[in-house]
């Protein structure tokens, strides 16, 4: 699901397994090599997404990225916009398949919406925190945007335990919304 940072390369340079100091640091090596190539991978996609999201992907990071984001969350469906009044028909044959990721960073001072159209696959692994007081899926990782082929993209979630969330789609609509936050950051902990 994830390309370039594996949960296992990922466990590996953060020292979560048991290790050698030799293989931590080769593992440290390996990241560093993953993110050099994913770099690479961004700038052949820079013609396949809007500006703003690959600016997000390319230099999102600290406040402007999701390291420790929380899922807020993920729909999945082929009429997320459909009403089901009665009035309208739900016309079968005309729907597409589309999802809808959204995620509040660890400062819970953006919200980041990814709206995923055309999607050919999903793949979720996800599965409640067993040691979280609040249950709950915990905090995202990391993430990656690449290439399948020419006409796909998959967009990867990796959470801190290991739970994982892969999209592939033709076109992707991001979108990101300052919160005007009326809070102090410690009240998100109570």
């Known amino acids: 699901m994830m390309k370039y940072f594996t949960p296992n390369l990922i466990a590996a340079a953060n020292d979560w397994i048991e290790q050698t100091t030799p293989e931590l640091r080769k593992a440290e090596k390996r990241f560093e090599s993953a993110v050099a190539d994913y770099r690479r991978e961004l700038e052949r996609l820079k013609p396949r997404v809007s500006q703003a999201a690959w600016d997000f992907f390319r230099h999102g990071n600290n406040e402007t990225g999701l390291h420790d984001a929380r899922l807020l969350s993920l729909k999945v469906g082929d009429g ?27 400062e819970q001072s953006f919200e980041y919406v990814f709206d995923l159209r055309r999607v050919h696959r999903i793949s979720t692994d996800l599965f409640v925190e067993k040691e979280s007081f609040a249950k709950s899926l915990g905090d995202l990782y990391i993430y990656e945007l690449v290439a399948i082929n020419e006409k796909l993209l998959q967009l990867g979630f990796l959470f801190a335990t290991g739970a994982t969330i892969g999209i592939q789609f033709e076109r992707l609509v991001f979108r990101r919304r300052r919160i005007q936050r009326q809070y102090e950051p410690g009240e998100m902990y109570s």
């Open 80 to 106: 997320l916009n459909y009403v089901p009044d009665g009035v309208t028909p739900f016309r079968v044959n005309r729907q597409r398949t589309a999802t809808i990721v959204e995620f509040l960073n660890y």
